[in-house]
């Protein structure tokens, strides 16, 4: 396959920019105003996928909602089953207990076990487990902020490739 020319993925690089920038601008300013942190590090990739390659499965609405959802399930039920449900975050400790590492291992094995069962391979889910598991999207406002922008991304970026396609998507390149 022969790589575009660089003027054609310098345009496609700049549609990116202009749709993910102001995207999760936006999801971060909402998280600003009802003190949540809606950012976290499984909205970036999830972001990406959606816009940069909305027709390729890891992309498809139904392989983001099923893989968070697997995740987050996966994360919740590995929190529990490690007796970790009130434990310090990795970050607040500054290391991971045996514990942490066991179930972040379990989860991430689970969560793409999962997702291969249902046919939604959707690969920022993976840190979806992750974040829940290390304690730094624990049950309470740090998971409901990234619900919600994982929720506001995965309804806004479809909106913003129907409505900005890529040259290639109308044919064009």
């Known amino acids: ?18 749709l993910a920038a102001p995207l999760l601008a936006a999801v971060g300013a909402l998280g600003l105003l009802i003190d949540w942190v809606l950012l976290t590090t499984t909205v970036g990739p999830t ?17 983001a909602v099923l ?11 590995c929190l529990a089953a490690f007796g970790l449900w009130t434990h ?10 045996a514990r942490q590492l066991g179930a972040q291992a379990v989860a991430v094995g689970l969560t793409l076990f999962f997702l291969h069962l249902v ?5 920022p889910a993976a ?38 396609p890529s040259r290639s998507d109308k044919g064009g390149g």
């Open 88 to 97: 310090a975050s990795t970050s607040s400790l500054r290391h991971e207990s």
């Open 119 to 123: 046919d939604a391979h959707h690969p």
């Open 67 to 77: 893989g968070h959802g697997c995740a987050v399930v996966v994360g919740l039920a």
């Open 1 to 18: 396959m022969a790589r575009e020319p660089l003027r054609a993925r310098a345009v496609a690089g700049a549609r990116l920019f202009l």
């Open 127 to 164: 840190a979806t487990a992750l974040l829940i598991t290390s304690g730094l999207a624990r049950p309470g406002p740090a998971l409901y902020g990234m619900l919600t922008g994982l929720a506001l991304v995965i309804a806004v970026a479809p909106v913003l490739t129907a409505a900005f």
């Open 47 to 63: 972001a990406y996928l959606l816009l940069a390659h909305p027709d390729t499965l890891p992309a498809r609405l139904r392989g």
